[in-house]
């Protein structure tokens, strides 16, 4: 374990801004790319950066909502549907995480990553945008006005068993690794479910600050919730996240895709050699 | 789309950022504080982080009783399994906390 003198808080810090900026702009909470940043480049067991990253996703999750709150962008009923399971896979995921050794973790978090990036190429040429604005949202659908098109979408929600099934193993596998489970879910309500990238993405968003403090609490509980590293990737992500959210709206949907399963790939492959060693 | 969801989507945009800006300001003087002077109490770092890991669950807890004022009781239900399942999680944390 490193000891966080000013200059390795710094650094910390840094990773904070550039894993939260590419998590606003992705819709993700960022810890996707902190996790990696914080074990493999810092050396901190994967629990440590698991937990740390939690309470940088939480921060992310708070503050991008709080931005969007208005825009209708976010589905918040579908959201507290979907927070059920998300919630109780997220406490039963820390619990877990105290019982499974790191190199295992590591596997898992490489495993999810790769599948997260084929699954995002396999499918960035789709939008799953409903064109017909007269269609009903029904309970749980949405509108919102799309910023990128100039016209207001409105689509209802398809699949909602899958939606949960998801939900809980996003819920699961972000305690277990430090996550927040958009990257896990993003993708499936956005192919799977009907629901257009951007609302998934905020929705996800909404969501994941819930799913993180159900593990968050346990991390913090058993100790691992290490406050000084914690407190400079808050900052860190803090301020990233305020920049990515300002440029998101204009950026086109299947770039960001494309550069979700880029970094994704990237980002198993490390993890895969070092959970094998 | 019901007429109190935009009520509550702002109300939740306000306690969010109410707990963030908090919790940020904590964790900036309290990080200050303890790489300037490292063997000062890290208090104020702990309740940033605290304030930090409340905050979604205020923003459930607010949702259980703007849902109930609205007898949206199916609504009602599901925020408050949620809130529940965040207590067990916080129970959890105390039991593994007794074990170290």
């Known amino acids: ?277 | 789309m019901k007429a109190g969801d935009a009520q509550l989507e702002i109300l939740i945009g306000r306690v969010l950022r109410l707990g963030v800006l908090t919790s940020t300001v904590c964790i900036a003087i309290g990080l200050a504080i303890v790489l300037i002077s490292p063997h000062s109490s890290p208090r104020l770092l702990d309740v940033g982080i605290l304030v930090l890991i409340a905050t979604p669950a205020a923003r459930v807890a607010l949702s259980i009783v703007e849902y109930a004022l609205a007898r949206d009781w199916t609504f009602f239900a599901l925020t408050s399994i949620v809130l529940l399942e965040l207590i067990g999680g916080a129970v959890a944390a105390l039991v593994f906390h007794r074990k170290i």
Not at chain 1, 64 to 76: C, D, M, P, R, S
């Open chain 1, 1 to 277: 374990m490193p000891v966080v003198t000013p200059t390795l808080a710094l650094i910390i810090f840094a990773a904070g801004a550039a894993a939260g900026s590419l998590g606003a702009l992705l819709g993700l909470g960022g810890g996707i790319f902190l996790v990696p940043l914080l074990n493999l480049g810092l050396g901190f067991p994967i629990s440590v950066a698991a937990a740390i990253s939690l309470a940088t996703v939480i921060a992310t999750s708070s503050t991008v909502t709080a931005g969007k709150a208005g825009q209708h962008l976010i589905n918040f009923r579908f959201g507290m549907l979907l927070e059920v399971v998300t919630a109780a896979g997220s406490v039963l995921g820390g619990i877990t995480a105290q019982f499974v050794s790191q190199a295992a973790l590591q596997r898992l978090f490489a495993a999810v990553t790769a599948v997260i990036a084929l699954i995002t190429v396999a499918r960035s040429n789709r939008r799953n945008v409903i064109a017909d604005t007269a269609v009903a949202p029904g309970v749980l659908g949405g509108r919102f006005f799309d910023h990128e098109s100039g016209r207001p979408i409105v689509y209802r929600i398809k699949r909602l068993p899958l939606a949960i099934v998801v939900s809980f193993i996003a819920g699961n596998v972000s305690s277990l690794l430090g996550i927040g489970g958009g990257v896990v879910k993003v993708p499936v309500l956005n192919a799977g479910c009907g629901m257009p990238l951007r609302a998934a993405a905020a929705t996800s968003a909404f969501m994941i600050g819930v799913t993180a403090t159900g593990g968050a609490v346990i991390y913090y509980g058993t100790g691992q919730l290490l406050p000084v590293p914690a407190a400079a990737a808050i900052l860190g992500v803090q301020v990233g996240s305020w920049g990515g959210l300002r440029v998101s709206p204009n950026l086109p949907v299947r770039a960001l895709k494309l550069l979700m399963a880029l970094v994704l790939g990237v980002v198993s492959t490390l993890m895969l050699v070092k959970g094998m060693r």
